[in-house]
Every structure is written in structure tokens, then in C-alpha cells.
């Protein structure tokens, strides 16, 4: 067990919610571990602490289920960013982030970045089928896939498929689109009191991933890190005009401090 009295102190800290078994977990193992694991939900929540450069990212991982939903508020208290994630595969899911999860952000802080992360991207396009590893995925493909300029509609009312599967019922079928996110991302904003046009555009803020071969995996972590950079600069810089006083420090010089009262 690492000594407590060690572990650095978070600089920023990012929050994952969602449904149950949308692959939340699975999300995070893969960035951290770079491998796949299946994995039981969630109890409550854990953390993983990253470093990133010369500063420390805690990365939040919080329990989809009911019974755990009031300890999500308490999570995202002083969050930089959230990441909300559904299952491209299933359209309650994407629901459930509006009606259930939404207004527990009402504590992370008010600058607070939003990313729409649909997950298990791999079930429905080819694409995402391919590890970042793989010898058919290039970066080339990357680029044409992410230098698309073509414009996006937003639904402002979408309305999910009649069913998640296909006709030989084995085959997932995709329910969400990434238009579906983009709407739903318009809609946090405006829940936030937020001005679209002065805020991070949906197009650069949705994502689809598989946890299961890594597809844009790295890219949300990284596009995140990148945008809470601000953040942690004012964090530290209001730390710097008022220091604390490291107790740890004082226990470790020896000396006794007099006291000076009258």
C-alpha cells in the first residue's frame, strides 16, 4: 500500500458519469493500463490519480446504479470537466444522462467542461473495430476522419430507432447518432446558462470511443487535459498568492515553536 503521507495532491480533477454498463471503468482502465478489462459495476466510486506532465489529474470513476446516484453530487464537487457517457447502443442511456446525471453537476465548478462520450463504438463501426496498435489503422485515417468539415444538424428533437438490434437479432444496432450528442450537449449548455456561441463547439466537445480497442480513447483524455490546463494554472497561481501551512513539514523539522502570547 503506497504511503499516504506521499501520494501528491490532485491539481485538477475530471468526473466519469453515467449509466450502469455503459464502460465507464472500462474507459479508464484502458487509458491508464492500456488494456481491456471486463469489469463489474462499480460500487460507489474510485479514482485514479494521473500525472500528466508536470501536473497531477484525478480521474473519477462513479457508480451508475440507483442506489448510488446521491453520491454522484458529492463526486463532482470541484470538477474541471465531466464526462458523460452512454452506449451508442442504447438510447435510454443517452436519456438517463439528461433526466439523472445532469443536475448533479450543479456542483463542479462553474467553468466546468462537458464532454458527451459515446462508448462501445466498436459494436457498430467499422472504424472503432480496429486497435490504434493494428496494421490496417493508419494515421491517415485518422485524419480523414477527423478533418471532416461537413456541417451537422442538430436535432432538437431526436427520436430513438424501434430496436437495438438488427433483423438477424445478434448484430447491435446504433441508436444514438453523434447529431443525438451534439443536441444533448446544446442542452447542457443552456441548462448552465452558458452561451453557445462563446463555449467550446459540440463538434470538438462529442465523442464516440471503444474501450474494448482503444478508438479515441486517448484522444478525449488528452483533449480534456488540454482544455483543463487554465484551470490548474489559476488553481496554482491562487494557491501561490495564499500558502498553507504543510503540517507534515513542521513535525519533520524537530523544533518546538514558543509560544509568544502576553
Same mark, same amino acid.
Given at each position: ?24 471503468? !472500462?474507459?479508464?482502465?484502458?487509458? $491508464? ?5 471486463? &469489469?463489474?459495476?462499480? =460500487?460507489?466510486? @474510485? ?7 508536470p501536473y497531477n489529474i484525478s480521474i473519477w470513476d462513479t457508480a451508475g446504479r440507483e442506489q448510488f446516484h446521491g453520491l454522484g453530487s458529492m ?60 496494421? !490496417?489503422?493508419?494515421?491517415?485515417? $485518422? ?5 471532416? &468539415?461537413?456541417?451537422? =444538424?442538430?436535432? @432538437? ?83 501561490h498568492e495564499s500558502p498553507t501551512v504543510d503540517l507534515e513539514d513542521c513535525r519533520g523539522s524537530g523544533k518546538r515553536v514558543r509560544s509568544s502570547?502576553?
Amino acid at each position: 500500500m503506497p504511503d499516504v503521507s506521499k501520494m501528491k495532491k490532485p491539481d485538477v480533477k475530471v468526473v466519469l458519469l453515467g449509466d450502469m454498463h455503459v464502460g465507464k471503468t !472500462s474507459l479508464l482502465h484502458r487509458y $491508464t493500463e492500456r488494456k481491456f478489462k471486463d &469489469t463489474t459495476s462499480t =460500487v460507489g466510486g @474510485a479514482f485514479f490519480l494521473k500525472q500528466w506532465g508536470p501536473y497531477n489529474i484525478s480521474i473519477w470513476d462513479t457508480a451508475g446504479r440507483e442506489q448510488f446516484h446521491g453520491l454522484g453530487s458529492m463526486y463532482c464537487r470541484g470538477a474541471a470537466a465531466v464526462i458523460l457517457t452512454y452506449d451508442v447502443t442504447n438510447w435510454q442511456s443517452l436519456s438517463e444522462l439528461e433526466e439523472r446525471f445532469l443536475s448533479l453537476t450543479d456542483t463542479a465548478n462553474h467553468d466546468c467542461i462537458y464532454a458527451i462520450v459515446g462508448n462501445k463504438a466498436d459494436l457498430t463501426d467499422p472504424k472503432a473495430q480496429l486497435s490504434p496498435n493494428s496494421d !490496417s489503422f493508419s494515421e491517415d485515417q $485518422t485524419d480523414i476522419v477527423e478533418d471532416r &468539415t461537413e456541417p451537422q =444538424v442538430l436535432s @432538437a428533437c431526436p427520436t430513438p430507432p424501434a430496436s437495438p438490434t438488427s433483423l438477424s437479432g445478434v448484430v447491435p444496432r446504433k441508436q444514438v447518432s453523434r447529431e443525438d450528442a451534439m443536441a444533448l450537449y446544446g442542452r447542457i449548455l443552456r441548462y448552465k446558462g452558458l452561451d453557445e456561441k462563446s463555449s467550446l463547439p459540440a463538434d470538438k466537445m462529442c465523442f464516440e470511443t471503444s474501450a474494448k480497442t482503444g478508438y479515441n480513447v486517448d484522444a478525449l483524455f488528452e483533449t480534456l487535459f488540454d482544455l483543463v490546463l487554465p484551470s490548474i494554472l489559476r488553481k496554482r497561481h491562487e494557491n501561490h498568492e495564499s500558502p498553507t501551512v504543510d503540517l507534515e513539514d513542521c513535525r519533520g523539522s524537530g523544533k518546538r515553536v514558543r509560544s509568544s502570547c502576553c
